[in-house]
């Protein structure tokens, strides 16, 4: 049985400078890397054999909208797709970066909009990794909430004039409540990849309208062939 995170109507952890406040609790964030509360120490070590982690506190700008097609999945964690497996073009921007390290992420699933508001960015040259957490509701075909999902969703590459070389995207469950069964287990995680080396510069905007099943829908509903 395929598992899938269905990320639909969010709330998202505020993230800050030097913390990432958790309900009412408040970590602080390690200069220039990643919190264990992004990637768990269980499988650090396993998922940074896939996912590449641009450490420094002076990360370059990355503010700008791109494409990342073809997506191809490089690993799933829990076997439920082959490496291989395509996915459809992904949509998303960058914006409002500042010198606090945080910016703002917009990605595009077809006809609707996500956005991402606070996002820590670190890395160091042309070398990057932005990170953040988001809470979602998971609902059944009648509207009622099924159950509820924290994932950790991070983004690496390289700035270029072209766009994003050596684009990554991954996402980790880090908690979650599914009484059915239906999303994949805690520190289970995929990493999905631009299959030709970059993720190009284009210039899309909220209204413009994609009939796609894009990789923003990828951390919120991964279908089957």
């Known amino acids: 049985m395929k598992k899938y995170v269905l990320i639909s109507i969010m709330t998202l ?3 800050t400078t030097s913390c990432l406040r958790k309900g009412t609790d408040t970590i602080a964030l390690p200069l220039g890397k990643i919190p264990e509360e992004i990637i768990p120490h269980e499988i650090n070590e396993k998922f940074k054999m896939h996912m590449p982690i641009n450490e420094g506190i002076t990360p370059p700008n990355i503010v700008g909208e791109y494409v990342s097609e073809p997506n191809t999945l490089v690993y799933s964690s829990d076997n439920d797709f082959e490496v291989g497996y395509t996915f459809a073009p992904s949509y998303f921007k960058f914006s409002n970066q500042g010198a606090n390290g945080m910016a703002t992420y917009i990605e595009s699933n077809g006809n609707s909009t996500s956005e991402a508001p606070e996002v820590y960015v670190i890395g160091n040259g042309n070398n990057f990794t932005a990170y953040f957490l988001r809470n979602s509701n998971h609902y059944d075909n009648y509207g009622n909430v099924e159950a509820w999902s924290k994932v950790s969703q991070m983004a690496s590459g390289t700035i270029t004039n072209s766009g994003i070389a050596n ?3 991954a996402f980790i ?15 289970e995680f995929r990493v999905i990849e631009d299959d030709d080396g970059i993720a190009s510069k284009y ?3 909220k209204s413009e309208s994609k009939s796609i099943d894009s990789i923003s829908t990828l951390s919120k509903c991964i279908t089957s062939k």
Do not use: S
């Open 167 to 169: 684009y990554r995207y």
């Open 173 to 187: 469950m880090i908690d979650k409540y599914d009484p059915n069964d239906i999303l994949m287990d805690i520190n």
């Open 203 to 205: 210039y899309w905007t």
């Open 13 to 15: 952890l505020v993230l």
